[in-house]
Nanobody, 119 residues
Framework: QVQLVESGGGLVQAGRSLRLSCAAS????????IGWFRQAPGKEREFVAA????????YYADSVKGRFTISRDNAKNTVYMQMNSLKPEDTAVYYC????????????WGQGTQVTVSS
């Protein structure tokens, strides 16, 4: 089983960038697709982006397409999400999880990392 820890969030102004990291423990990390999800106050958790086990396929929500880029380094057991041109509506707690396609496979969610974008 793989355990994931998110980091890299912060407070930024609109238009700026952040890079989130999802660090995994466990030897089976490279077998899993990994996805990023986010939850804003008062809203349901939503899919943001996902990457297949070998990085060959990526998926994005329409709201972030062209601004966010997901990547992975299996040698470092880490998935990244580069977030450019951030908007106030990107403000949320961001979580990563193992996925099948874009669907999380675990019901366990970590603490996430807070991203706050000021206007």
């Amino acid at each position: 089983q793989v355990q994931l820890v998110e980091s890299g969030g912060g407070l930024v102004q609109a238009g700026r960038s952040l890079r989130l990291s999802c660090a995994a423990s466990g030897r089976t990390f490279s077998r899993y697709g990994i996805g990023w999800f986010r939850q804003a106050p008062g809203k349901e958790r939503e899919f943001v982006a996902a990457i297949s086990w070998n990085g060959g396929s990526t998926y994005y929500a329409d709201s972030v397409k062209g601004r966010f880029t997901i990547s992975r380094d299996n040698a470092k057991n880490t998935v990244y999400m580069q977030m450019n041109s951030l908007k106030p509506e990107d403000t949320a707690v961001y979580y990563c999880n193992a996925v099948t396609g874009t669907v999380p496979v675990s019901g366990y969610w970590g603490q996430g990392t807070q991203v706050t974008v000021s206007s």
